[in-house]
């Protein structure tokens, strides 16, 4: 089953990590409980900057993902893994897209008819 | 010999362009990571949604004042617990050990009906105080978000049901295990959208 898996590309959650078995499991509990526990911190502290705030919960976050997609999700760059990571890499940046791109047409908007911002306000 | 069992006894020094079709578990778990991902895509959707519309409150209660983090943290930890669970249900599948999947699926699934008491409680709570999705923008655009992942995590309760049920009565074929490990995909994916959730929608509250 193995030489197969090899010879035909595998599907998500199958790959070497599963040799790993219970242990991946745990490892990624182990990464992943001290950066949700860090996310919580980050935003109820005064230790930080505020404004960079955002930006550290940012980033937590997106480490956070690729723990739970590396060790619960099992995906990985193993050669037989190019088809599940070439769709997570599309699914991502479609992703980003739809996100960071309405978040910029709806700044560019709000910015761009200013007199009317405060008719906006009145509505809402 | 059928074409799968070619494709089963076709080793790495056959060339790529003459090997058989890949077997049916690697093209059915291909398939259902694609229906993930396009899941994905409707949340980020949503996402998009809320970034653009949490400013707008109607005069109504902001972000800052509705959440409450230590709920949200209890929440966050019985979903990563349920992930783990799910895995080492996911393993006995593999090892075809009935014990200890209903053991930990059935962990799995009361972590998972935990989560959805602990956010019925909370939505049951602002709806109450008058917080409700008719409120404002804002808050039609988070109950639509986290409500569509409430969705998601009951469906997928009802889908973990099935598959106590199925191995019960069909025991562990092909087939099933199949079933369960593209249920097992669908419950890790779960908790990566959460990540989401409790970051901009809880966190990024302010």
């Given at each position: 089953m193995d030489l197969q898996l090899q010879a035909q590309g595998a599907a998500p959650g199958v790959d070497a990590r599963d040799r790993l078995?219970?242990?991946?499991?745990?490892?990624?509990?182990?990464?992943?409980?001290?950066?949700?526990?860090?996310?919580?911190?980050?935003?109820?502290?005064?230790?930080?900057?505020?404004?960079?705030?955002?930006?550290?919960?940012?980033?937590?976050?997106?480490?956070?993902?690729?723990?739970?997609?590396?060790?619960?999700?099992?995906?990985?760059?193993?050669?037989?893994?190019?088809?599940?990571?070439?769709?997570?890499?599309?699914?991502?940046?479609?992703?980003?897209?739809?996100?960071f791109g309405s978040m910029m047409i709806m700044a560019h908007l709000n910015h761009n008819m200013m007199s009317m911002d405060q008719l906006m306000q009145m509505q809402r | 010999m059928s074409v799968g069992e070619q494709a089963l006894s076709a080793g790495p020094d056959v060339p790529l362009s003459l090997r058989g079709p890949a077997p049916v578990r690697v093209v059915a778990g291909f398939g259902?990571?694609?229906?993930?991902?396009?899941?994905?895509?409707?949340?980020?959707?949503?996402?998009?949604?809320?970034?653009?519309?949490?400013?707008?409150?109607?005069g109504g209660p902001t972000t800052a004042e509705l959440f409450d983090k230590k709920h949200v943290f209890l929440e966050t930890m019985c979903l990563l617990a349920s992930s783990v669970t799910c895995?080492?249900?996911?393993?006995?599948?593999?090892?075809?050990?009935?014990?200890?999947?209903?053991?930990w699926m059935g962990v799995t699934f009361l972590l998972g009906v935990?989560?959805?008491?602990?956010?019925?409680?909370?939505?049951?709570?602002?709806?109450?105080?008058g917080a409700g999705p008719s409120h404002s923008a804002f808050l039609s655009a988070f109950f639509t978000l986290v409500g569509t992942h409430g969705l998601h995590v009951s469906l997928g309760l009802?889908?973990?049901?099935?598959?106590?049920?199925?191995?019960?009565?069909?025991?562990?074929?092909?087939?099933v295990g199949r079933r369960f490990f593209a249920f097992g995909l669908f419950w890790h994916a779960l908790d990566i959208v959460w990540i989401g959730v409790f970051t901009i929608v809880y966190l990024g509250a302010r």
């Open positions: 078995g219970a242990r991946s499991y745990l490892i990624g509990l182990a990464f992943a409980v001290p950066l949700t526990a860090a996310s919580f911190w980050a935003a109820t502290t005064s230790f930080v900057y505020a404004p960079a705030v955002p930006v550290l919960l940012a980033a937590l976050a997106i480490a956070q993902m690729g723990v739970h997609v590396a060790f619960f999700l099992h995906i990985s760059s193993a050669p037989d893994q190019t088809n599940n990571l070439l769709a997570l890499a599309f699914g991502v940046f479609v992703t980003g897209l739809i996100v | 259902f990571w694609l229906f993930i991902l396009s899941d994905i895509i409707l949340f980020a959707v949503l996402f998009a949604t809320y970034s653009v519309l949490s400013g707008s409150t109607a895995g080492f249900g996911s393993l006995a599948v593999q090892r075809t050990d009935a014990r200890a999947m209903y053991f935990t989560f959805l008491t602990l956010e019925g409680r909370e939505f049951a709570g602002m709806v109450a105080a009802v889908w973990l049901l099935i598959m106590l049920l199925q191995v019960t009565t069909l025991g562990f074929q092909p087939m």
